[in-house]
């Protein structure tokens, strides 16, 4: 039934939260707060909030790249002005680019279903970064083309987003699409919105709520179960 594969990047493929720690590390293991754990979680779930503020239009993305920064700083007791803030988001930035750990399964899971779908990515990204990170691994020979939402004007789970992948793919037929993601709010909700089926990558066993994923994996090789 399905000729594309939508893939989501990071938390789908690319292991997002080991890359946001080691990056995160680079950034504060040097400054006077210092690193650990329990900051990396706080950064984790400030950064998610804007985030997903960002997908319902209440930031953008320039604010975004700092703001995370300076709240975290404001939460750990200390201030942070706005020219050290644009000195640490670079630096988070470059060290995001250099960090390419895959999720378990990826890189089996991709070459077999590349011999049957064409597969693409689509994430909620800066451009430059998400581009190195995805050179740096050997899924990408086995991808036609990545949408990214930095470069597009628009992102998930705007209906607009898919709507512009459709178009460059070049097959309007929505029921020949799955999209793939880990995000409820982003890739599922997305593409309810789009008319076009999802699998919810279900990774930590949270359940979909109601998110009405046509299918649910808690694995990528189980993909190849259900494809």
Same mark, same amino acid.
């Given at each position: 039934?399905?000729?594309?594969? /939508?893939?989501? %990047?990071?938390?789908?493929? &690319?292991?997002? !939260?080991? $890359? #946001?720690?080691? *990056? ?47 709240? /975290?700083?404001? %939460?750990?007791?200390?201030? &942070?002005?706005? !020219?050290? $803030? #644009?000195?640490? *988001? ?64 628009? *992102? ?72």
């Amino acid at each position: 039934m399905y000729q594309y594969l /939508l893939f989501d %990047a990071d938390n789908t493929l &690319l292991d997002f !939260d080991l $890359a #946001e720690k080691e *990056a995160l590390r680079g950034v504060l293991e040097n400054s006077p707060m210092g690193y650990s754990d329990a900051t990396a979680q706080l950064y984790h779930e400030i950064n998610d909030r804007e985030w997903k503020r960002l997908e319902r239009g209440e930031t953008t993305r320039e604010r975004l790249r700092t703001e995370r920064f300076v709240k /975290l700083y404001e %939460a750990l007791g200390y201030s &942070l002005n706005p !020219d050290y $803030a #644009e000195n640490v *988001a670079d630096t988070f930035l470059h060290r995001m680019s250099e960090q390419a750990a895959l999720i378990d399964g990826a890189l089996e899971t991709v070459a077999q279903l590349s011999r049957r779908y064409a597969l693409y990515i689509v994430t909620n990204a800066t451009a430059w970064v998400q581009k190195k990170r995805m050179s740096r691994t050997p899924i990408a020979p086995y991808f036609k083309k990545v949408y990214i939402s930095h470069e597009m004007g628009c *992102a998930k789970p705007e209906r607009i987003f898919f709507d512009q992948v459709l178009s460059d793919i070049g097959d309007s037929h929505r029921e020949s699409y799955l999209v793939i993601g880990d995000s409820l709010s982003s890739d599922i909700a997305g593409a309810r919105g789009a008319d076009l089926d999802s699998c919810y990558f279900d990774r930590s066993g949270r359940g979909s709520g109601a998110e009405k994923p046509k299918w649910t994996v808690h694995s990528l090789p189980e993909l190849l179960t259900i494809l």
